[in-house]
């Protein structure tokens, strides 16, 4: 890894991506380590606005740059993955956040709102994973952390394209982990239970809808996007260099019970 280690996450604009990156910046700034991060999403206003408030609140040695993407393009994921890593010229992260949801019966779903959500949650992030895997190869490692869901691993009634996308993005980066570990290249999933982020809450925000989920889960209460953004410091970090293909879940028991 290079010396200030470089760090690509996608759907930066908000929710979950964008505590991913504060997470990191206030790290690398309480570490005087430094962090240099790219940040991703459809526009850049939103991402500036982010990348101002992260450099107003780090150390000096906190870069950041923003690049427009549209990750619902899934033929141009290669071209997607050079532009991330032309930023700073070197990646040694990247963080596949970006996802959509769209919520509802199975048997009315139509073939427009399916190809969607796997077009989003499934085919771009593990085409871009594994186009940044292959120039991480190339250069001596790199580790990439795909934040998927507990719903790949567990059926949730009017989530169809979700669950089935989140599954497959689980075991994606477990074929990479496989293919690539021996270049260096560590693949692993977050998968987290419900988050409360704009998007989680639209979702979850009725209480009579949330509470059989919430009876699910031991600690009592929904996961916060600070909750996400540790586990995946945590995988991007030095203590993790043996733990490769796995599947970190952040349920607060929801898989125990």
């Known amino acids: 890894m290079t010396s200030l280690p470089t760090i690509a996450v996608t759907g930066a604009s908000r929710g979950i991506g964008a505590d991913i990156a504060r997470h990191l910046a206030a790290q690398a700034t309480a570490g005087d380590a430094g962090v240099r991060l790219v940040l991703t999403a459809r526009t850049t206003e939103a991402l500036e606005e982010l990348s101002r408030e992260i450099l107003d609140a780090s150390c000096p040695c906190v870069e950041v740059k923003t690049v427009a993407l549209d990750l619902a393009d899934t033929g141009a994921m290669d071209d997607a993955a050079q532009a991330l890593w032309d930023a700073f ?21 139509s073939a427009a709102d399916w190809q969607a959500v796997i077009d989003m949650n499934l085919t771009s992030p593990s085409l871009l994973a594994a186009a940044v895997g292959r120039r991480m190869a190339e250069c001596g490692g790199g580790r990439i952390v795909n934040v998927s869901s507990v719903a790949g691993s567990r059926a949730l009634a009017e989530h169809f394209a979700y669950c089935t996308s989140k599954a497959g993005l689980i075991m994606a980066g477990k074929v990479l982990a496989t293919e690539l570990g021996g270049a260096g290249v560590r693949v692993n999933s977050v998968s987290p239970t419900v ?63």
Not at 89 to 109: C, F, K, Q, R, Y
Not at 210 to 220: E, T
Not at 245 to 253: E, P
Request: no cysteine; proline share 4%; hydrophobic share 50%.
């Open 89 to 109: 010229g070197h990646l040694d992260g990247l963080v596949n956040n970006a996802g959509i949801s769209i919520t509802g019966p199975a048997v009315e779903m």
């Open 195 to 257: 988050v409360l982020t704009e998007m989680g809450t639209r979702v979850w925000g009725e209480e009579a809808k949330a509470a059989p989920m919430l009876a699910r889960i031991a600690n009592g209460h929904f996961a916060q996007p600070d909750d996400v953004a540790s586990a995946v410091a945590f995988l991007l970090g030095e203590g993790a260099e043996m733990i490769n293909g796995h599947d970190l879940v952040v349920d607060g028991g929801f898989s125990a019970i």
